[in-house]
């Protein structure tokens, strides 16, 4: 399995972005997850979506986050928006043990 993550930039505080995950090759795993690593921390869950489309998010990005997929073409979304200084980091996705090789968020204030 791997996977291909890409829709980062840069962007002002309180604007918008939609990241993607591309999964090749086959799995029996169905649950993705979006983690992000800021600079001097630890890398974090920002949310996750099992196979039954259930979702969860890590507090400081609930309401302003959405996990989505679509399993037709192997994708995985996360929406930003009301887009944050500290919101600034790696995002990468995970699914099984493949990880995406991130892609950078950064917020200016």
């Known amino acids: 399995v791997q996977l291909q993550a890409s829709g980062g930039g840069l962007v002002q505080a309180g604007g918008s972005l939609r990241l993607s995950c591309k999964r090749t090759g086959r799995t029996l795993t169905f649950k993705y997850g979006w983690y992000r690593q800021a600079p001097g921390k630890q890398r974090e869950l920002v949310a996750d979506i099992s196979r039954l489309g259930a979702t969860n998010y890590a507090d400081s990005v609930k309401g302003r986050f959405t996990i989505s997929r679509d399993t037709a073409r192997n994708t995985v979304y996360l929406q930003m928006n009301a887009l944050k200084p500290e919101d600034t980091a790696v995002y990468y996705c995970?699914?099984?043990?493949?990880w995406g090789q991130g892609t950078l968020v950064t917020v200016s204030s």
């Open positions: 995970n699914h099984a043990d493949a």
